[in-house]
């Protein structure tokens, strides 16, 4: 049984966040507006998950989802990548400032960054993405228009591990919605985003619970999939 340590951390705006010492240190990347950032740390917070949000870090200083982090007492930093010559010196910088936090699981959220191959490596295992397509379908960027131009008509959203090579990686879950007859990247953007909101933070869950195993490219739940989230 993990040790209660006891402390009481007084956040901002009052709200008061208990933890352990058995308890999962999370760092969130973001570049924009943290809407699955929001939702995790909702998550995290609503159903006491055995974790903490130890950091929320940006690349960019108008990252809109700052604020919201902020505003529930998660420290935020920024490292900024237009300030780095190459890619290398900005992940290198990055991670200096990530495992200030010494998290056991970095979540890319929103995350607008190509990554080096040896930043990846560093986290090897504890590292996911989420990424608005059906893996190993659409990787890269436009993934709805990607989507449209193929004609699929079924189109989705992957939570996985992150591996060197971009948007691949062991898939965790994955949600589907169906392509309709009038739908634009806009209302197929929209309508994934909800379910982003809940297969990213379930998915985050697993792993500070301790849930998922990965075997080669295969990730095993340990949980029941069927419960709660209509796909
Ligand atoms: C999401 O659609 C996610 O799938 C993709 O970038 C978007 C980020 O949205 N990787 P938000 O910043 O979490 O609101």
């Given at each position: ?136 379908s659409f990787t890269g960027l436009a993934t709805h228009q990607q989507a449209l131009d193929a004609g699929v008509k079924m189109h989705g959203v ?74």
């Amino acid at each position: 049984m993990p040790t209660l340590i006891g402390r009481h951390f007084y956040l901002g705006l009052g709200l008061v966040q208990r933890y352990n010492a058995a308890m999962k240190k999370i760092v969130i990347l973001i570049s924009g507006r943290g809407s699955n950032m929001q939702a995790i740390a909702l998550a995290a917070k609503e159903q006491q998950w055995p974790a903490q949000i130890v950091a929320v870090i940006s690349n960019r200083a108008d990252a809109a989802g700052l604020e919201f982090a902020a505003s529930l007492g998660i420290p935020t930093a920024l490292v900024i990548s237009k300030d780095f010559a190459t890619r290398e010196a900005f992940d290198a910088a990055l991670q200096a400032e990530i495992d200030r936090y010494s998290p056991d699981l970095v979540v890319l959220a929103g995350f607008m960054r190509i990554l080096t191959a040896p930043f990846v490596e560093h986290y090897a295992g504890r590292m996911m993405n989420i990424h608005p397509s059906l893996l190993p379908s659409f990787t890269g960027l436009a993934t709805h228009q990607q989507a449209l131009d193929a004609g699929v008509k079924m189109h989705g959203v992957t939570v996985h591990f992150v591996t060197a090579q971009l948007d691949h990686g062991p898939i965790i879950d994955q949600a589907v919605v169906r392509v309709l007859q009038n739908d634009t990247e806009e209302s197929l953007s929209a309508r994934l985003l909800s379910h982003e909101h809940l297969i990213y933070p379930r998915a985050v869950r697993w792993f500070v619970e301790g849930k998922l195993t990965v075997k080669g490219n295969c990730v095993h739940v340990d949980a029941d999939l069927t419960d709660n989230i209509e796909n």
